[in-house]
């Protein structure tokens, strides 16, 4: 912002040969209700409107009065239309639209904080990985495999049935460690 402007609204003054902005109200339309003759208002995107100011803030009260009423006489507090579900102040349709608005809101929420926490991260010339250290699928050791020796059982380096120590004399059977 201009410091000129800034001083000047402090101030409450414009600034010197500051010029104002030309007035559209030469090519503007009269007001479309009945017996007003006034220029129409102009909305916030610049477009002009369909009647002044004082029609539009006059038709706004009387929508309330009669959603007002219509409420009071059991419709949706949203809408004022339509009928309201059972224990419940607004209708089916309000209900869904209020509903997919909450859903929306709370996705923002959740993208704005995924968002804050990705900034929030120092920055990283450089993600390390393996082949930083030299390695690589080129000169990597294989994988250890098994192989079939690993699984089967060592022979037995005498047999059994010359162990005679094994053989109790006492009852006749076979010690075993385990």
Known sequence: MD????????NGRLPDGFVRPATLDAGLP?????RCRKKVA???????????SGCLARRAASCRRRRRALVEQGGCRRCG????????FLCPRCREDRDTERAQKRQDALDAAA?????????K????SNLDCGVSPWNARRAPQATAAYWSPLPDPEPVAEQGWRWSPLNGRLHRRY
């Open 3 to 10: 410091i000129r402007f800034l001083i000047a609204q402090i």
């Open 30 to 34: 009269e007001c479309k209700m009945k």
């Open 42 to 52: 102009v909305k916030r995107d610049g477009t002009p409107a369909h009647a002044c």
């Open 81 to 88: 239309y339509r009928k309201r579900s059972k224990g419940d």
């Open 115 to 123: 968002i804050d926490e990705f900034a929030a991260k120092p920055d």
């Open 125 to 128: 010339a450089h993600n390390p």
